[in-house]
């Protein structure tokens, strides 16, 4: 373990909670902070990372621990991972009573890539078909060696609901936490990570920030990237105003310039010319890094000669995508769920711009600036009135959601709705002309034999002779033994006229079809 110096002091430990969609991470969260998110979450799952302090009495006296909650949908994998990259600890939540699913297993691989220690939590332990030891057998399965089993992963059976099994996870928390030495210097620079960043409607652009060194006080700037903030409004992870906050601690920050980066790393300037000063010379660095980036991509892709498949990939549908979310991180959540939706031939499905916010007639027009009218897709967000009224104008389709898998299941059926289609010909039947009786306007009396399928009134049918396609032509009138009929079947005779510009000859085919659009 780390010698603390004079000026060191301990630092509260920062808790990633992973797990497979519900397998009760929020939950269990509520408990330890005795509150009650998940009633509040829409569609039952939680959407987004937050962080939250909680206080657990130990021997030694009161340890503060900061809790980051991920969420547990296969889409927000880029949150889980931002959230690991910040943690000191994670704790893998696994239910008792299903064991190892997709997202527990891809949580792990997370966290070992972290490389951070960690904690096992089997939860819903009050449930009827809980299985503690078949849920250990899962994990063991795949490679997760729990102690007692082969390995060192500590772990603890809780509940969330009865608060069983909570304090003892705690412990285990406090533990993991002075084995990694967590300490920090008041005096050092302050410093630290934005794990999430929103437009607040009333007061602008504001962000989450974690605090890794040092301390943030009210009257400094902090700078994140781009972006800057004067530390006007500092408040706690209640909401709460506060002077300054401490390493470890989970803070909220308005005002800032720009939306700050999710991810990005934060550093404090002593004076608003000096933030703007370090945010612009970052400002300009992005800059030339997306340029040099598409350069590279322009230079990467190959000339398009016409009639190869470069020139075909050009004539693609091109369709553009706006989309606009209350916090900055959902967006890369919705664009996993896009990256999985097939890939139409001749679609491109083209995402021209990503933000917070509500969606605006800016945001439109960039959905209408291709030769298709594009989406707006909207998620937590409002839609301006006069940003609606342009979208019907234009014909750019608006909608908005608060739970991410209606939005996937919607831009699926979208982008099927408007992929390319191609003609296709059926087949339905065959016929041999046997003799033509007269021919005037491209207006043909024949007769002939039904040699497959069936020949209906009003067919459209490929002539062919031999192996050549003469051409189409139009069933206009069907008889049989000079009856009006609507159809004929194979092997019976008929009498009939077809308006093409062919010069038919008996012997010719007569191939029946349907148009399909596929």
Sequence with gaps: MKKESAKETLRPPIVAIVGHIDHGKSTLLDYIRKTNVVAGEAGGITQRLSAYEAVHETQSGPRTITFLDTPGHEAFTAMRSRGLSVADVAVLVVSAEEGAKTQTLEAAKLIEAAHIPYIVAFTKIDREAADIERAKLSLLEHGIYLEGQGGTIPFAAVSGKTGAGVPELLDLIVLAAEMEGLHTDPEAPT????????????????????????????????????????????????????????????????????????????????????????????????????????RAAASAKPPAAEGSEFAEEEAALVLPVVIKTDAAGIADAIVHEIEKLPNYPRLEIRIV????????????????????????????????????????????????????????????????????????????GSAKILKVFSSAKHRIVLGGRVESGVLKLGAEVRVMRRDLDLGRGTVQSLQSQKIAVKEIEAGDEFGAMVKTDVALAAGDLLEAFEVAYK
């Design 191 to 294: 410093e630290g990570v934005v794990i999430e960043a929103h437009i607040d409607s009333k007061r602008g652009a504001s962000a989450t920030l974690i605090i890794k060194n040092g301390i943030l006080r009210s009257g400094t700037y902090v700078v994140a990237g781009a972006a800057s903030a004067p530390v006007r409004i500092l408040e706690d992870f209640l909401g709460t105003s506060i002077r300054e906050a401490r390493a470890g601690s989970p803070v909220r920050i308005t005002g800032f310039s720009s939306l700050p980066k999710v991810g990005s790393e934060f550093r404090v300037a002593a004076s608003k010319k000096e933030a703007e000063a370090a945010a612009r010379a970052m400002a300009e660095e992005e800059r030339a890094e997306e340029l040099a980036k598409k």
């Design 353 to 428: 711009s990503k933000g917070a916010g509500s969606i605006s007639e800016a945001d439109v027009k960039l959905a209408a600036g291709s030769e298709y009218p594009g989406i707006v897709v909207g998620f937590n967000v409002k839609v301006d009135a006069a940003a609606q009224a342009l979208a019907e104008r234009l014909g750019v389709v608006v909608a908005t959601f608060d739970i991410i898998y209606k939005l996937a299941e919607w831009l699926a059926a979208e982008f099927e709705k408007r992929r390319p289609r191609s003609r296709i010909e059926e087949p339905v």
